[in-house]
Nanobody, 125 residues
């Protein structure tokens, strides 16, 4: 079992920045590929970014490339999502998730075994 707790969400003006954190407890954090997802009202949950176990490889959806940065600190059992140049369309509940078994970063939510409770990000225009 892995427990994930997100923090760092809030209300920000368009063009602003937020840094989300996801603290993990339980099993060895470095065993998991970590992903950030988001879900806006009335929409399906969407993959945003992922990072491999060592942190050496990352993957982003096109709409956040060059604006968002995912990183992890395995010593602190934490994964981060730095979000810059935020847009109104980034408004959503953001979730972190852990995948124990995949050899590569996957974008399908059902692949991830563990999820946090989510943190709300609201970008005002």
């Amino acid at each position: 079992q892995v427990q994930l707790v997100e923090s760092g969400g809030g209300l920000v003006q368009a063009g602003g920045s937020l840094r989300l954190s996801c603290a993990a407890s339980g099993r060895t954090f470095s065993n998991y590929i970590m992903g950030w997802f988001r879900q806006a009202p009335g929409k399906e949950r969407e993959f945003v970014a992922g990072i491999k176990r060592s942190g050496g490889l990352t993957y982003y959806i096109d709409s956040v490339k060059s604006r968002f940065t995912i990183s992890r600190d395995n010593a602190k059992n934490t994964v981060y999502l730095q979000m810059n140049s935020l847009k109104s369309e980034d408004t959503a509940v953001y979730y972190c998730a852990a995948d124990a078994f995949s050899p590569v970063i996957r974008t399908t939510p059902s692949v991830y075994e563990y999820w946090g409770q989510g943190t709300q990000v609201t970008v005002s225009s």
